[in-house]
Every structure is written in structure tokens, then in C-alpha cells.
């Protein structure tokens, strides 16, 4: 089936979600396929797009408040969470948890996460360009779905995977972003917490405790 053909299917009204997932990942998969979050879920589980879904034990779509006003997204999957099929559930889950709870916040309640992309690449590498732009729709349903206020990004890729910025991580974490009228802010990825363990100020974790008081200060005030 050539890439015409797929996208006439796809836009037909007959067309049923479940039964179709355009595999090239050229053809779109329009804003307000997903009725729910549970659909979305199925259709990564059996997702094809790019060349990562032929060793995936897990799709990992996401966990947390499908509700939620603030919105974490990562990079990718590692073993653990590709283990499990849940996001963030390693020694850098574990760390997020625990920076979110030092202002009170919860996955139970205040937050949804998710990564730019569902399935593990290769020994745990940075996804490649075409795989995230293949994943990209998923998340972008993921967004709508959720309808979040804030939105955290994590590290440069997930950065680069919602904003198109190149900027490093270093430079621009702890600022507020407007991107498609949502604030974002980028911050360190855990991980890289997890490799600078120092607390003394200036360090990435010091400057972590200030970027998450700051988003819970937001977090207060779109609550008012």
C-alpha cells in the first residue's frame, strides 16, 4: 500500500482507529483521534511508525492525573520502564518523585507523565529526529487529552522534540515558555541529577530546587 493510498483510508469516514495506524510515519495522525487515553495506549502498543516498535516489550504511554494541570515530558523509555510499560520508574522516576513531593506535588493528583517517545531506542541512546517525529502525534493527542497548564520538559530532547529548539539545557532551564499558549518550562533530567549529586548552590541540583519551587509558585497561582 503506497503512502496515497494510506492516507485516503485514513481520512475516510468509515475509518476505524483501531483497525488503522498509518506505518508511514509521513502521514499524519489527526488532532482528535483519541477519544480517550486508553485508545491512544492501544494504538502505540501496536505501532509500527519507525523501527523501534520491532523490539519494544512495552509501549510506555504514560501515568499519573489524566487530569492533571501540569504535564512532565522525558525522552524515552529505559529497561525498567519498557519492563513495566509505565514511565519514569528507574532510579530517575524515583528521584522525579521525590522532587515532586519536596513542594507537594503528586502524580496521584497534580501530574501526568509521559516521553517524547513510546518505545526504548538501543541501548538506551537519544532518540534520532525521525523517530521522534514519528512519536510526535501521539504525544501531541496525549496534550489535548490531558489539557494541561504547565508542561515540565526534561532534558534537551524533550526540549527539541516540543519546541524545535536547539538550545542546551544548561542555558534556558528555569525559564517560562510559551509554546502553542501553554507554559513550559525546561528543567534537568533526573538522570542528570542523578550524575552531579552535589547540593551545594549553583550546582544542577540546587538550581532543580529553585526551577520546581517556581513551578509550584505557577502551579498556586493557575489554581486561584
Known sequence: MNSDTQLSLF?????NQKDLIPTDAKIPIPSGTYANMADL????NSCHRCSLGENRTH??????NLQAKI???????GQNEDETGLPFVGKSGQLLDKILASVNLSTEQDVYISNINKCRPPENRVPIPDEMAACK????????????KIILLTGA????????????ITKIRGQWIDWEGRLCM???HPSYLLRNPSREQGSPKWLMWQDIQA?????????E
Open 186 to 188: 525546561p528543567i534537568f
Open 71 to 77: 504535564m512532565i515530558i522525558g525522552e524515552a523509555p
Open 41 to 44: 495506549a492501544q494504538h502505540c
Open 59 to 64: 509501549a510506555v504511554v504514560g501515568r499519573g
Open 11 to 15: 481520512n475516510e469516514s468509515n475509518f
Open 215 to 223: 513551578v509550584r509558585a505557577k502551579y498556586d497561582e493557575i489554581r
Open 157 to 168: 530532547t524533550a526540549v527539541k522534540g516540543i519546541t524545535g529548539s536547539k538550545q542546551g
Open 137 to 148: 502525534p501521539y504525544l501531541l493527542e496525549q496534550i489535548r487529552l490531558v489539557d494541561p
